[in-house]
């Protein structure tokens, strides 16, 4: 207790000498004998670290199975520890959270998660009992970066176990959530690589094994998805349930702890420029009121750290600017190490860095956070209920109504709105019905950002209005154009969500309200129906011919994936038709009696899978057509079910492989072999009939990959994987581009203007993309398009620029959105984005940017469907 209260006087409460004595014995002769007592009852109850792991905090790596046990040993002996499980992750291990606080803020911590609810407008009644703060400190989101477990469990064991005034006074007055380990399998894959490589003692040389990750390093999930770019979409499960547990409760702060590169130093608030415009004044000025407070504690104890630099508050699906855009304040907080500090290491600087000098910053840096949030607790509170006021009374945004017309493919719609309920975002059939002129995404020139076209707004469209409690959520997802005060930004510049769905929508700077008469109900909008006899009526009716299907989205190919699954024959057509007065796309594909009569219970299965899929069969009573080639035409193949292998291997793209790797197992539940690059020669790679190769270097299985595609197998290849078929001189990639850049006969050499070493980094800036948004023009006769139509848009991520070729199916046509450099911007456009070639018997697809973005990119699943399933 005496060392505790001394930490906590001298260096929590920095004061002059003799304050600290005077306080010191006021302390000792008037207080401690009763704190002596209590703090007896409650230390004995909580084991530290050395008494439950053996260790000190901060000298191990603790695998989470005991970090589970230990946060639940705490939630059984401590009255102010509140822990349960919120979800399981990927590889079944449990998500855990605490809530610590006074024990009576605990008993009443539903009031108070209701209250906030209330504060923020999205549920009605009356505030009662005590006004307080949420505070939610998340560590540990990236596997590696494994400091912040440490930190987080001093940080619960100090909460629970201390009961002086200061610990007594922030437990009575906040209500503290620690989200300890955000994402156990990273981290256990980290902890447990780490330890089987380390020795008796661990070696502080970096070249040694035990400082080299192997793929795919404990960063990512399981999945090997980014949880730090995930938080508003929501892709991967920790996220789901994470985002769904914080919407319960939506805290004031939130502080994202994190690790670097271990030459850094340490960095916190203030953040980074850009800021994000609609971020207000009162969560700038307490980004520097935290980081002032931290500040003084680094000074103190004379640890580096920086501020204002790398770490800007823009893209909005971090830790710190999903929270912040909910009216929260959002931080990250920066320890450099990573995942190959290890236990400890030499630093270039001719220092050391060890496990416990990481924990010991974050574990300060958690307790300084909560000091200000104390200090701070009446304002973060007012603040918070203005923020929402402001959104739902006077949005900050020139758009007040977004507008989905209802003309188009349902399941595209409906993807979205699910995305939108994640993130409480209200939406409805229109109050007002009206003719004006609005910001049209599908139809918007490039970069014309004044340009308006004409739209009627409709009883059946669907409207989601700025005048609502997450109305600065909802701008910053939607908005068209992102305002970018400094194009030096650390990630994506553009994500609006209708571009990322490819639908048909508009910005409207009139006010529209939701109809409070006309209840939308996302599960029957499909059908214009509400009883659901009537909807599985019309979602398949028996024939004793065939069916036939729209082929519009990404269902349709998860439809179509577990057809072939069950051996169900299935026909596409090249061509439109019309079929009993009715159009049919391209695309569209047949279920035919006759190519399936050997199949028993054939109609039953059919009738199952379209009510499971909720995919409409149209009935056929016959092969012809009014239009178009008749059902029994040669062009009317047969698909064969693809038999594919994703190649994975240490010069692969973790996140690019993860991304295609969750798509087939967790959307379109198809079978897929994960074969590994450097086995690829002894593996059986002709039993297959397509491989994808993600963003990588392919080079060394070149020989096996020709050969493959010669014999008639298909290669989809996506982002710098195209790379290495245009280094080989066998592919007419290669030709072309030697024909468009042949070599200078000129003696004398290019002479390049040189740039200043201080501005380095913005001549780069010059000539790269940070993420933004491009509108493909796409051959719509081509398989590769069908469902789609001659445009999409895409994330442009990379700076690979290369000819059209002769079987080009898309290029990229304008820049849409997002920042491009000005020197790399005219190159990029007329540029190849999609083509084909043939090699021998088989052919490769070539994505030179990859259509689905982190999983999240919606519009660019069915192009990727198609590369998979369709024949040409």
């Known amino acids: 207790m005496g060392l505790f209260s001394f930490y906590f006087i001298k260096k929590i409460y920095p004061t002059s000498k003799t304050n600290v004595r005077f306080l010191q014995l006021f302390f000792c002769f008037f207080t401690l004998p009763f704190f002596l007592f209590s703090q007896n009852n409650i230390e004995e109850k909580i084991p530290n670290a050395k008494t439950f792991f053996g260790y000190e905090f901060g000298e191990h790596f603790t695998p989470y199975h005991k970090v589970v046990d230990y946060i639940k040993n705490i939630d059984q002996n401590s009255a102010r520890v509140k822990a349960w499980e ?3 992750t990927y590889e079944n291990r449990p998500l855990m959270v605490c809530a610590v606080s006074a024990p009576e803020n605990l008993e009443n911590l539903e009031e108070i998660r209701k209250n906030n609810l209330k504060r923020a407008g999205l549920l009605e009644g009356e505030i009662k009992g005590k006004n307080i703060p949420i505070i939610w400190l998340s560590y540990n989101i990236h596997g590696n970066e494994a400091s912040g477990t440490e930190a987080g469990l001093h940080t619960l064991y100090e909460l629970a176990s201390k009961n002086d005034p200061n610990t007594q006074n922030w437990l009575q007055n906040l209500v503290i959530m620690l989200d300890i380990c955000e994402n156990p399998d990273g981290r256990d894959r980290y902890v447990n690589n780490y330890y089987q490589r380390k020795g008796k003692n661990p070696n502080f040389h970096l070249q040694t094994w035990e400082h080299q990750e192997p793929f795919p390093s404990g960063r990512f999930n399981h999945y090997f998805f980014d949880l730090n770019r995930d938080w508003a979409w929501q892709t991967q499960i920790e996220s789901q349930k994470r985002v769904a547990l914080q919407q319960q409760y939506l805290p004031q702060i939130h502080a994202d702890f994190h690790e670097m590169g271990l030459e850094s130093s340490y960095f916190f608030a203030p953040a980074a420029r850009p800021f994000h415009e609609n971020i207000t004044f009162w969560q700038k000025e307490f980004q520097r009121i935290m980081g002032d407070n931290h500040t003084k504690y680094f000074n103190m104890n004379r640890w580096l750290f920086f501020t204002q630099d790398t770490y800007d508050l823009l893209y909005p699906s971090y830790g710190d600017t999903y929270p912040t855009f909910q009216g929260a304040i959002g931080f990250t907080y920066e320890q450099g190490g990573s995942g190959r500090a290890g236990l400890g290491t030499y630093r270039q600087k001719g220092d050391t860095l060890t496990l416990y000098d990481r924990y010991l910053h974050h574990f300060t840096v958690s307790i300084s956070t909560i000091e200000v949030a104390f200090a701070q607790k009446e304002r973060l509170l007012k603040e918070f209920e203005k923020y929402y006021k402001d959104s739902k009374e006077n949005p900050n945004a020139i758009y007040k109504t977004f507008l989905i017309k209802n003309d188009q493919n349902p399941q595209k719609i409906k993807a979205l709105l699910e995305l939108l309920d994640k993130q409480q975002i209200q939406y409805g059939y229109p109050n007002t019905l009206l003719k004006t002129k609005a910001f049209a995404y599908h139809l918007n020139k490039f970069q014309n950002k004044t340009q308006e076209h004409k739209v009627e707004v409709e009883e059946n469209d669907i409207i989601l209005p700025m005048y609502q409690s997450k109305s600065t959520l909802l701008k910053v997802l939607f908005e068209p ?19 990322a769905y490819n639908l048909k ?13 006309k209840i939308f109900s996302k599960e029957n909008f499909m059908q214009e129906k509400s009883e659901k006899d009537k909807i599985e009526k019309t979602l398949f009716q028996k024939s004793d011919f065939g069916y036939v299907a729209m082929w519009e989205d990404v269902k349709n190919a998860i439809f179509l994936g577990e057809l072939l699954q069950k051996g169900i024959k299935v026909r596409f057509t090249n061509e439109d038709f019309t079929l009993e007065k009715k159009n049919y796309k391209r695309g569209s594909f047949l279920i035919l009696y006759v190519d399936n009569k050997n199949l028993k219970d054939f109609t039953e299965i059919l009738q199952n899978m379209s009510k499971k899929h909720q995919i409409k069969l149209e009935s056929i009573k016959n092969g012809i057509v009014e239009s178009g080639k008749d059902f029994g035409s040669d062009e009317l193949n047969l698909l064969s079910a693809p038999q594919v292998a994703l190649v994975l291997g240490d010069d692969v793209s973790p996140t690019e492989f993860g991304t295609i790797w969750h798509f087939f197992d967790q959307e379109l539940d198809y079978p897929l072999d994960i074969l590994h690059a450097e086995r690829l020669g002894k593996s059986n790679l002709f039993s297959y009939n397509t491989v994808i190769l993600s963003a990588g270097n392919y080079q060394n299985q070149m020989p096996i990959l020709m050969d493959f595609v010669s014999q008639g197998g298909r290669i989809i290849a996506l982002d710098d994987a195209v790379e290495t078929f245009a280094k080989d001189n066998r592919t007419t990639l290669f030709k072309t581009i030697e024909q468009n850049n042949p070599k200078s006969k000129e ?10 070493y201080n501005k380095t980094a913005r001549f780069e800036l010059s000539q790269s993309t940070a993420g933004a948004i491009y509108r493909l023009n796409l051959d719509d006769t081509h398989p590769l398009s069908f469902g789609i139509g001659s445009q999409l848009d895409i994330i442009k991520q990379n700076k690979i620029i290369y000819p059209v070729l002769p079987a080009t199916v898309g290029r990229f ?20 984005a999609i083509a084909t070639e043939k090699i021998g018997k088989g052919q490769i697809v070539y994505f ?4 689905i973005f982190r999983g999240f990119w919606h519009a660019g699943k069915l192009l990727f469907a198609n590369a998979i399933f369709m024949n040409w």
């Open 86 to 88: 919120y979800g399981k």
């Open 813 to 832: 046509e304008g820049h849409v959105a997002g920042f491009v450099g000005q020197k790399i911007k005219p190159r990029i456009e007329k540029s190849l």
């Open 505 to 517: 929508a508009y910005a409207l700077k009139e006010k529209i309200t939701i109809n409070p008469n």
């Open 747 to 756: 003696k004398t050499p290019q002479i390049y203007e040189p740039t200043p």
């Open 848 to 851: 030179v940017d990859a259509p």
């Open 481 to 499: 154009y992102t305002f970018l005060e400094d194009s030096s930004t650390y990630d994506l510049t553009a994500w609006a969500l209708p571009f």
